[in-house]
């Protein structure tokens, strides 16, 4: 069963039409990669599936639960609980970290695990020094993000992604970012969670570690998905010619 399930995804800022039908589905353990060039709506995509932004048109299941779906062309979201328990599914890595400035990394991860989901204090801060330890920051545990360097503060947005135990985690250009010397950290722990079977979903302009890690890749432009299929057969053999300019073009930078 696809635990990601996307059909006929439109999204419009005002008169401006981002995504114009998007299909797309994922299965449980497989990680794809969301290639395109700046403005083709890859971010608004990863928004629109966790309510970020709302969509304009189509349907979206997550777990085989449906989030919003379009009825005589109206969209209607699941109710607002129901909604909330569905997008809690599903957790997000952002380019920038997004870390809480004014908590230490430990309270970063296990923040939202106690107050959003009430589970046991003592609980969430074992399984969140774990979560650090995978990432290989646990002597950073009591420290402030801004003493730390971005691809550390990226692994603790991870951590604090994965304390929330979501079946899927989403990925906005986790790297972007960073400084090149950084990145290698970030993209190992990504590659450890693809090991374990994460379902993953991630926008990234890391070609090399795409073909590496990833079942599945979709290339978007103009805001449609232009060309899908394995790793291999998109990035080594790709079909259409846009999808092999964006390639050649990624190759010479
Ligand atoms: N909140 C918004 N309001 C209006 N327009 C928006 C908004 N968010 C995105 N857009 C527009 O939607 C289009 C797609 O943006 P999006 O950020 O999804 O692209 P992207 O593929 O993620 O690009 P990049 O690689 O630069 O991150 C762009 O034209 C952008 O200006
Ligand atoms: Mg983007």
């Given at each position: 069963?696809?635990?990601?399930?996307?059909?006929?995804?439109?999204k419009?800022?005002g008169?401006?039409?981002?995504?114009?039908g998007?299909?797309?589905?994922?299965?449980?353990?497989?990680?794809?990669?969301?290639l395109?060039?700046?403005g083709?709506?890859?971010?608004?995509?990863?928004?629109?599936?966790?309510?970020?932004?709302?969509?304009?048109e189509?349907?979206?299941?997550i777990?085989?639960?449906?989030?919003?779906?379009?009825?005589?062309?109206?969209?209607?979201?699941?109710p607002?609980?129901?909604?909330?328990r569905?997008?809690g599914?599903?957790?997000?890595?952002?380019?920038?970290?997004?870390?809480?400035?004014?908590?230490?990394?430990l309270?970063n991860?296990?923040?939202?695990?106690?107050?959003?989901?009430k589970?046991?204090a003592?609980?969430?801060?074992?399984?969140?020094?774990?979560?650090?330890?995978?990432?290989g920051?646990s002597?950073?545990?009591?420290?402030?993000?801004?003493?730390?360097s971005?691809?550390?503060?990226q692994?603790?947005?991870i951590?604090?992604?994965?304390?929330?135990?979501?079946?899927?985690?989403?990925?906005?250009e986790?790297?972007?970012?960073?400084?090149?010397?950084l990145?290698?950290?970030v993209?190992?722990?990504i590659?450890?969670?693809?090991?374990?079977r994460m379902?993953?979903l991630i926008?990234?302009?890391?070609?090399e570690?795409?073909?590496?890690?990833?079942?599945?890749?979709?290339f978007?432009?103009?805001g449609?998905i232009?060309?899908?299929?394995t790793?291999?057969?998109?990035i080594?053999?790709?079909?259409?010619?846009?999808?092999?300019?964006?390639?050649n073009?990624?190759?010479?930078?």
């Amino acid at each position: 069963m696809a635990i990601l399930e996307v059909c006929g995804l439109k999204k419009n800022f005002g008169s401006l039409k981002v995504l114009k039908g998007i299909d797309f589905q994922t299965e449980k353990g497989k990680v794809t990669s969301i290639l395109g060039p700046s403005g083709s709506g890859k971010s608004t995509f990863i928004r629109c599936l966790n309510r970020l932004e709302k969509i304009t048109e189509g349907t979206i299941r997550i777990d085989g639960e449906t989030l919003a779906d379009t009825v005589d062309g109206k969209v209607v979201y699941a109710p607002e609980k129901e909604a909330r328990r569905i997008c809690g599914k599903t957790g997000m890595v952002f380019q920038n970290f997004n870390l809480f400035p004014h908590m230490t990394v430990l309270e970063n991860v296990t923040a939202a695990p106690i107050s959003v989901q009430k589970r046991p204090a003592a609980e969430v801060e074992e399984t969140a020094m774990e979560l650090l330890k995978m990432v290989g920051l646990s002597e950073k545990a009591k420290q402030y993000p801004s003493s730390l360097s971005g691809g550390q503060q990226q692994r603790v947005a991870i951590a604090r992604a994965l304390a929330l135990k979501p079946e899927i985690l989403f990925f906005d250009e986790p790297t972007s970012a960073l400084d090149p010397e950084l990145t290698g950290e970030v993209l190992r722990v990504i590659r450890d969670l693809a090991a374990e079977r994460m379902t993953m979903l991630i926008v990234t302009h890391e070609i090399e570690f795409a073909l590496g890690v990833s079942d599945q890749v979709v290339f978007m432009d103009g805001g449609y998905i232009v060309e899908s299929g394995t790793a291999d057969a998109l990035i080594n053999h790709p079909k259409n010619e846009r999808t092999r300019a964006f390639l050649n073009r990624m190759h010479e930078v």
